[in-house]
């Protein structure tokens, strides 16, 4: 999504398990919505926007994209499964506008 009608969002996350948390995102997403997971890349298509996630080292990059009414959603389906699948250790997911 890089029209103008859609926002953007980044989190960086710091986590040892970055690759770990992008490949659980993406596998429990396309249980309903379409996804794609690589080696260091993803992508999410949810029907109101959409999450491409790189995970580098010890950095998982979030990105999403949505409309305006869209953007909080997307980043709360987002940050609380992430949340919820690394509930053995304390990260945070700290959303800047793009």
Do not use: N
């Not at 080696?39 to 305006?68: C, K, M, N, Q």
């Amino acid at each position: 999504m890089t029209d103008a009608a859609h926002l953007h969002a980044v989190a960086e996350v710091r986590t040892a398990h970055a690759k770990r948390y992008m490949g659980q995102l993406c596998k429990h997403f396309a249980h309903k919505v379409p996804a794609e997971v690589g080696e260091t890349d993803a992508t999410v298509s949810f029907p109101f926007g959409t999450l491409r996630a790189r995970a580098e080292g010890d950095i998982l990059t979030l990105d999403v994209a949505a409309a305006p009414d869209d953007l909080a959603r997307i980043e709360d389906v987002v940050a609380s499964h992430l949340l919820r699948f690394a509930f053995r250790e304390e990260i945070a997911v700290d959303w800047r506008p793009v």
